[in-house]
């Protein structure tokens, strides 16, 4: 029942992501939403059992959403990739 649950709010949690809502000005916010909700889930699902030191699930979303934040400033549009490649790629 514990997974289902998790499997469940793990489709909540991506849903948000991935919706486009005109209330939510951001995909950034909705998406530091989702991972917090995330981690509540995962907080609230951890028993003893599935303990394993060598797992950071906190540490590995702080990063991922360093690596978002940085990978946000760094966007091109198609047509501007297209002409990166042939700058680089001619032949």
């Known amino acids: 029942m514990k997974y ?7 489709f909540e949690c991506f849903s948000l992501v991935a919706a486009e ?4 000005p951001t995909s950034n916010e ?4 989702a991972r917090q909700k995330m981690l509540a889930l ?3 699902t951890r028993s003893s059992s599935l303990a394993n030191p060598s797992i950071d699930m906190e540490g590995y ?5 360093e690596a978002a ?5 760094r966007r091109v549009t198609e047509d501007d990739f297209i002409k990166i490649l042939h700058r680089y790629y001619r032949q």
Do not use: G, P, W, Y
């Open 42 to 44: 995962l907080n609230s």
């Open 4 to 10: 289902l649950m998790l499997i469940l709010a793990s």
């Open 21 to 24: 809502d005109a209330k939510t």
């Open 69 to 73: 934040k940085h990978r946000e400033t």
């Open 30 to 33: 909705k998406a530091a939403e």
């Open 61 to 65: 979303l702080r990063v991922s959403q």
